[in-house]
């Protein structure tokens, strides 16, 4: 059995990659996993290669052979890779064939509300954990979290709502200097299926920019 998908996303997970795409058959979303337990099902470089030892990389259209569906609790779109097999290179997107294989979409909120995050009490009703949205008005910042590390945060207009500091996880994004400003952007927004256990009334699931493409 395989998928055969556009790949949208190489995010920084776990010292891996958060991988996504969507069918070319159906235009639907599919997140790639591994069996890794402990990371969470993260894909790293070797899980991702052709048979000529590249690596994948964003924008390829790619047959993977999978094992099935691997769902949790909060991503109903992930399924098993066989990680006995290479990968196949099919063709290659750009991101506005991407755009006609699955437009923009449109939602009231970016996963319930404008906030960087939802509560625990707020993911149950979502029922999927990745978006693609056409944002305007981008702006790339770079902040000290409370452990003094750096981290690249975004703000957009969506819609008619502002949405303020949200993490990227996009390693393009990381280098680019503080104040970098997109008039329009198509962005995939994901949320994890693990929670942020922080000093917090609530537990939060934070949003992440897993990917920008500017258009």
Request: net charge negative; proline share 5%; hydrophobic share 30%.
């Amino acid at each position: 059995m395989y998928a055969e998908l556009v790949i949208l996303t190489k995010s920084s997970k776990n010292k891996g990659y958060c991988v996504a795409g969507i069918d070319i058959n159906n235009g639907q979303w599919i997140r790639l996993t591994s069996d890794d337990k402990n990371t969470h099902g993260t894909l790293f470089p070797k899980d991702m290669q052709y048979e000529n030892e590249s690596e994948c990389q964003t924008l390829d259209v790619v047959r993977v052979q999978i094992l099935g569906e691997n769902p949790s609790e909060y991503q109903p779109e992930n399924v098993l890779i066989n990680q006995d097999y290479y990968w196949k290179k099919t063709d290659e997107y750009t991101i506005d064939d991407v755009l006609k294989l699955h437009p923009p979409e449109r939602h009231s909120y970016i996963f319930g509300n404008t906030l960087p995050y939802i509560t625990e009490s707020e993911i149950g009703s979502i029922g999927y954990s990745l978006t693609l949205v056409a944002v305007e008005k981008l702006l790339i910042s770079k902040k000290i979290n409370r452990y003094g590390k750096p981290k690249t945060k975004t703000d957009f207009l969506y819609g008619s709502n502002w949405y303020n500091e949200m993490s990227v996880t996009d390693p393009n994004f990381y280098g680019v200097p503080d104040g970098t400003r997109i008039s329009k952007a198509a962005l995939v927004i994901s949320i994890p299926d693990n929670p942020f256990q922080g000093d917090f009334s609530e537990n939060r699931y934070y949003k992440f920019v897993a990917q920008i493409y500017e258009f």
